[in-house]
């Protein structure tokens, strides 16, 4: 205990220690007119600000913290929560003015300042809107049904008329709104606000202040900003003009309102560390500073537009770095930003790197520019393993001159505007960018798109390279206008138009585009149809649907169902390329295989944010159409050398597996377990990440094989497992720390007073378990005894006392009215339910002493679990006979004995398939000399034996030697001919089993 305490000093030191620099403390208990030191620390990170110095680090306390940080001039500064320790920015403030009721389920209460963003318990309200559409329940991106319609052949850029659906009807509503706020997606992947000018009670024309422009012909809004709106539970709306809140919820949870854009605002501030800081209702904003480092913080709900207050017509106010060099946005998360998630302007070699982008953007209404989740418009910017699902905007990623963009998992986006791409790349972004190695997957948007006007002359991008990405269920994986592009070792299946489209109409050609070992159900020169690649490309080495009569891709790759994309060992696409410059390095066999993955690579490259465990199972979790053959692969964690592996058919043995338990597999430093064969039943598997600071256990995934054939025949067997340690602790008085380990009796009483036992079922590695009942005899009548789980098994009998016993759960199971001196039976099947090592505790609710069980010390009464399990060949034992069979004829596993005195022990009698019991059931052989120089053999047989007849000619030496082998049983008696060598030999037949 010692030695750790002084291991986690070192690591602190290592952590926070700075050669000549000081650090400043601020904590929510502090005072700004404190020192600052960790024993008097600050009130607030701004009057840290005002005391710092280049190279020196402000270490923030646990807590929740509202106030807006200005930096401005000050260089190399690290603001830090302290290690351990969590906290956050908050951008929020309680509600706490009296509520009173309005009109029906709505109360109001009036406030002294403007919010414009509402929260109840931690979650966000909605503000009232038509129709009603809510973000906990996921309709804010239902555009069908929960947006309203345009009639896009009436509507101009400032008269909107609506076209009536099932759930939305302007003209029925009962009251004008004007005034009112309109989010407009009118521009195809442009969306607007505007205020509503005019609209008459009935009528389906509102006018507004006029739009940029009109394309599509799906145009959707919905209509907020009046008290009228609100109509339905979680909605809320705020008048600026008298600031009386509106709510209908519940006004006795914690309600708080948005009050803050920003809880940072840094400017021509450079090498500045923002770490493991967390914003609510806030975020940061930089501006002209050069390398700044935003990391492993959380941002939730970090910015929101304001229309409830009347802001429209301009871009809202979010997570912005604007202007600036070698940004690094790291290892962040980022959740419910109603705008877009990152605004990076201008600027060169910036990084968003390791993040999560999710529930993004679910209006859309002035986004700037082209309109997309996340911006990094500068040059040389990089996306590097993030994760991005669930977002509005049309575009997720807009980027500008020669990006890198890689192992990126991109899904679900672009849900609340039309046309659109994953990653967008205009004329100016495609020179010298690559976009390699991401999954663009499960959308109805383009992945990776080299992108440009269809007017004709208008001029089209050059020099983009695309290479190892794979897009599935998506409209197309990549689309690619201009011309001297790279398409290479690409996959696409399953995309609604052509997987991979290389453009040539009237506007792009793609002359001198290089298109090469790719596969794609789906590989032409158009959006759809087959319309082979042209003569002004260079293509070859691809694999083409359209070229192998419209033949399923999917059946050439492993399991592309369950997301293992690598090429099947005999299919025509391994080895099936050619070498492309570096973008094929470290291909196996005689050329690169063709699509995004290498046939019989050692790793599995898996796209998106990696966590501090093991992520992205493949086969994902809970599939139950994984094939026989799957091959376990997965996300390693953030910081792991390698991987501990664990793999078994018992969800519990699986858990709490050690590198000891029989489920370890092994430990790797690649990221691909292959079982070598897959019965169909369900498999739980773990996977542990080994890192310089320790181990990162993992969560217990599981699938079920489908079409593997059945496990082997499992077979019963019951055996009765002895204690393997046990004892009893005491929780109050002087004998807290004492141990009873050796003792012949476990006691229990009340809560003071409880007994532990430990039972090892390693030794069936392979069973699973049936039943398991515990068997206990009493010293005395006692009242009751209740089973609870041990999680902890590292306790040992000599040691355990009252003050290191490891906690037990709630009460699994329970027996009343036991009789003293009688084994008494508790079925624990409900917690020991697979192999490994299991920890048992016995409490009492009866208070009175002397309530004591045998135990493993008390010769004859130890207590034992009988388990029954079910196995081919469990030998628990360790006779050489199967659990099973010892079973089937003696109720439980035996010793190996002559138990029917017939001669042969139980072993003999199970090779030869004999009734162990019965002196009358013997195997049996016969023999006579034929009349040439043979011997005729006869012996009963079974047919699930083999059977080898072996001769000596010398009894005395007893070397034999075979005569014939591995003789197929038939259940009858077999006569077989041998030839006879000497004119004294002997005969002798050996059963096995097959």
């Excluded at 990084?351 to 993004?360: M, P, R």
């Excluded at 498999?683 to 320790?694: C, F, K, L, Q």
């Excluded at 197929?968 to 077999?974: A, D, E, M, Q, V």
Aim: glycine share 8%; proline share 4%; charged share 15%.
């Amino acid at each position: 205990m010692h030695c750790l305490k002084c291991t986690i000093i070192l690591i602190w030191w290592a952590v926070c220690g700075t050669s000549g620099a000081a650090d400043w403390y601020v904590a929510t208990n502090g005072s700004d007119a404190a020192a600052g030191s960790i024993g008097a620390p600050f009130a607030t990170i701004s009057n840290a600000v005002v005391n710092m110095s280049a190279g020196e680090t402000c270490l923030v306390r646990g807590g929740t913290y509202h106030e807006a940080v200005v930096v401005s001039g000050q260089s190399n500064l690290t603001f830090k929560a302290y290690p351990g320790e969590t906290v956050t920015m908050d951008g929020t403030v309680p509600i706490s003015s009296a509520w009173i009721p309005h009109t029906g389920n709505i109360c109001k209460t009036t406030l002294s300042d403007d919010v414009w963003q509402l929260f109840a318990d931690g979650e966000m309200m909605m503000p009232a809107r038509w129709p009603n559409a809510f973000l906990h329940d996921g309709s804010v991106w239902d555009l069908d049904n929960h947006w309203a319609r345009i009639n896009h052949n009436i509507n101009t850029t400032t008269t909107m008329v609506d076209n009536p659906t099932v759930h939305s009807d302007l003209s029925a509503l009962p009251f004008s709104v004007a005034d009112a706020m309109a989010v407009l997606n009118v521009g195809s992947f442009k969306t607007y606000t505007r205020q509503v000018n005019t609209h008459a009670v009935g009528s389906d024309t509102f006018t507004v202040d006029a739009v940029g422009s009109l394309k599509s012909t799906l145009q959707f809004y919905f209509i907020e900003g009046k008290l009228e709106f609100l109509d339905a539970e979680r909605e809320w709306f705020y008048n600026p003009a008298t600031r009386d809140l509106y709510f209908w919820g519940d006004t006795n949870s914690v309600i708080r309102g948005k009050v803050q854009d920003y809880a940072f605002h840094v400017t021509n501030s450079d090498d500045i560390t923002i770490s493991g800081i967390n914003f609510f209702g806030t975020t940061v904003y930089f501006t002209d500073c050069d390398r700044t480092l935003v990391e492993k913080g959380a941002f939730d709900y970090p910015s929101c537009t304001k229309r409830m207050l009347g802001v429209h017509s301009t871009a809202p106010f979010a997570t912005a770095f604007d202007g600036g060099s070698g940004t690094t946005f790291f290892d962040n998360t980022m959740r419910y930003a109603e705008t877009q998630a990152i605004y990076m302007n201008n600027g060169t070699d910036n990084t968003i790197e390791n993040c999560l982008f999710e529930y993004i953007d679910w209006s859309c209404g002035d986004l700037p520019t082209l309109q997309g989740t996340v911006y990094m418009r500068g040059t040389g910017s990089t996306f590097r393993g993030n994760t991005a699902h669930t977002t509005g905007a049309s575009e997720f990623l807009d980027v500008n001159a020669a990006p890198l963009i890689e192992l990126n998992r991109i899904s679900n986006i672009g849900l609340v505007q039309n046309d659109g791409a994953m990653i967008q790349l205009t004329i100016n972004a495609q020179p010298n960018s690559e976009t390699a190695y991401n999954w663009f997957m499960d959308s109805d948007k383009y992945g990776a798109r080299f992108d440009a006007s269809t007017a004709l002359g208008s001029p089209t991008g050059t020099n983009g390279l695309m290479h190892h990405n794979v897009g599935f269920n998506i409209k197309a994986a990549i689309m690619q206008k201009g011309d001297y592009h790279r398409c290479i070792n690409n996959t696409a299946l399953d995309n609604e138009n052509n997987g991979i489209i290389i453009l040539s109409d009237a506007v792009s050609t793609n002359v001198g585009t290089v298109v090469r070992n790719n596969a794609a159900e789906k590989l032409g020169s158009s959006r759809s149809g087959n319309d082979a690649l042209t003569g002004v490309m260079e293509h070859s080495h691809n694999w083409n649907g359209y070229e192998n009569a419209d033949a399923d891709l999917r059946t050439l790759l492993r399991d592309p169902d369950n997301l293992d994309f690598r090429p099947q060992a005999d299919s025509v696409l391994v080895d099936g390329g050619v070498v492309q410059d570096n973008l094929t390095d470290g291909y196996i066999g005689s050329a690169p295989d063709i699509g995004a993955y290498e046939h019989g690579a050692s790793n599995y490259w898996i796209p998106g944010r990696r966590k501090t465990s093991a992520s992205t199972p493949i086969p994902p979790d809970g599939s139950t159409t994984a094939k026989a053959t799957a091959s376990l692969m997965w996300l390693p964690g953030l910081e792991s050398i390698s991987s501990d592996v664990y793999l078994g058919t018992s969800l519990r043995a699986v858990a709490t597996a050690t590198t000891n338990s029989g489920e370890y597999v092994g430990n790797q430093s690649n990221n691909i377990h292959d079982p070598l064969g897959l019965y169909a039943q369900t498999y739980y598997w773990r996977v542990d990440e080994v890192s310089a600071t320790g181990i990162v256990k993992g969560t217990v995934w599981s699938f079920t094989p489908e079409g593997g054939t059945p496990p082997p025949e499992m077979k019963t067997a019951v055996s009765r497992l002895p204690v393997n340690e046990d004892s009893w602790i005491q929780l109050v008085g002087d004998n807290v720390s004492s141990n009873y380990g050796a003792g012949t009796y476990l006691r229990m009483r009340g809560t003071t007073r409880y007994s532990y036992l430990k039972f090892d079922l390693s030794d069936l590695d392979g069973a699973q378990v049936v039943s398991a009942k515990l068997n206990l005899k009493s010293l005395k009548n006692i009242d009751n005894v209740s089973l609870h789980g041990v999680a902890d098994n590292s306790w040992l009998e000599m040691d355990i006392n009252g003050s290191n016993n490891p906690s037990f759960t709630a009460a699994f199971a329970s027996k009343n009215n036991i009789t003293s001196n009688v084994w008494m039976e508790i079925d624990a099947s409900s917690y020991i339910d697979g192999t490994g090592i299991w920890s048992i505790a016995l409490s009492t609710t009866q208070n009175a002493a002397g309530l004591d069980w045998h135990s493993r010390e008390s010769a004859g009464n130890a207590p034992y679990v009988e388990l029954t399990y079910a196995s081919p060949d469990a030998d628990l034992n360790t006779n050489s006979i199967p659990d099973w069979w010892e079973t089937e004829y003696f109720g439980n596993t035996v010793a190996n004995t002559d138990f029917d005195y017939d001669g042969m022990d139980n072993l003999g009698e199970y090779l030869a398939d004999t009734n162990p019991t019965n002196p009358l059931s013997i195997f049996m052989m016969d023999g006579a000399p034929t009349n040439t120089s043979g011997f005729v053999v006869s012996f009963t047989t079974s047919t699930n034996r083999k059977y080898t007849i072996k001769s000596t000619t010398n009894l005395v030496s007893n070397v034999w030697s075979p005569v014939t082998n591995n003789i197929p049983g038939t259940g009858n008696i077999i006569e077989i001919t041998v030839p006879i060598s000497d004119d004294q030999e002997s005969f002798k037949i050996e059963a096995s089993v097959p």
